[in-house]
């Protein structure tokens, strides 16, 4: 365990060229459906942090409850444009964009313009963001070597109710080996794969034993720190806030009937192993973990009060 290792964004994020001024129909994000699932809950009052390169005020993003930057010589803004890509996925208010509209934005800039930054200030800002109130909490980086204080803060977190979730990284999955990166490999958040829009594993997709949940990672549309459009990018960063979103829009319907909060990755596993929908083999695998949220599914369920909670 090194004393204070670099993370990054992981290797080979794919930024498809080209910024688009307006939003369009997504393919994770179909208009009927989501309609439907926003009419019950959209992610209202809760908070998420995204920890990431920063915030860009992008039109369709809410102003930020609170921002600070842990890295030296930079301010909160984002000269990167990938923590506005996933602050757009989990809550933009463009509904072909964010998962959680409602939801109240959290920034804390751990990464650098040049998209990397210290696991001690990744650990500070975890901290930071229990102290802001946040419900969850998304991070899209890692790197190759395990920081304690940061695995402390992520199970400080949870105690404390917060879901944490992180990208498993990019760097592919032969079925053998576990390629997934830290603090992901830690095993005290919830691991996220992406998947294509076929809904099997992107050929960069981590995988490994910590494995929790899949979801869409591969061409999403979200917001970009270029004239105030649009952009697709691809990797586990993309499916990292999405999952973040829908824990928004869980959330908030949870609070709304009163039930409790988790304060362990047990019990969030154990929700998620409750209430995904299976894909590759049957149970849990390396690969997309206990498989991937229906959302139309879960909120069915809601309506129904027929929920696993668990």
């Excluded at 030296?72 to 984002?78: K, M």
């Excluded at 940061?150 to 944490?164: D, E, Q, S």
């Excluded at 949220?293 to 069915?300: C, E, K, Q, V």
Aim: proline fraction near 6%; hydrophobic fraction near 40%.
């Amino acid at each position: 365990m090194s004393h204070d290792p670099i993370v990054g964004l992981p290797p080979d994020l794919v930024v498809h060229e080209g910024v688009l001024p307006l939003s369009e129909e997504t393919w994770h994000l179909p208009r009927e459906k989501y309609r439907k699932i926003r009419n019950i809950s959209n992610g209202r009052g809760v908070k998420v942090a995204v920890l990431d390169t920063g915030y860009y005020a992008h039109p369709t993003l809410p102003t930020p409850y609170a921002t600070k930057s842990f890295i030296s010589g930079e301010s909160v803004s984002d000269g990167n444009g990938h923590g506005t890509h996933c602050a757009g996925t989990v809550l933009s208010r463009d509904e072909d964009i964010g998962v959680a509209g409602d939801a109240t934005l959290i920034v804390g800039k751990v990464l650098s313009n040049g998209g990397s930054g210290s696991s001690s200030g990744i650990a500070a800002a975890i901290g930071w963001a229990i102290d802001q109130g946040a419900d969850v909490i998304s991070m899209s980086l890692g790197g190759p070597s395990a920081y304690q204080p940061t695995i402390t803060n992520i199970g400080r977190a949870l105690a404390k109710g917060i879901v944490v979730c992180i990208a498993a990284g990019n760097s592919g999955f032969n079925g053998r080996s576990n390629t997934i990166g830290w603090p992901a490999r830690s095993g005290e958040g919830v691991c996220v794969a992406a998947l294509t829009s076929q809904g099997v594993p992107a050929n960069f997709s981590s995988g490994g034993p910590q494995m929790v949940i899949a979801a869409p990672g591969q061409q999403i549309l979200s917001c970009s720190n270029r004239s105030s459009g649009f952009v697709m990018m691809s990797g586990t960063s993309m499916a990292t806030p999405f999952v973040a979103g829908c824990f928004a829009v869980i959330i908030s319907k949870m609070r709304s009937i009163g039930e409790p909060s988790w304060t362990s990755i047990q019990a969030v596993n154990a929700f998620v192993k409750a209430n995904a929908k299976d894909l590759g083999p049957p149970g849990h695998d390396p690969a997309t973990g206990y498989g991937q949220f229906d959302m139309t599914d879960l909120m069915d369920k809601f309506a129904q009060e027929d929920l696993i909670y668990v």
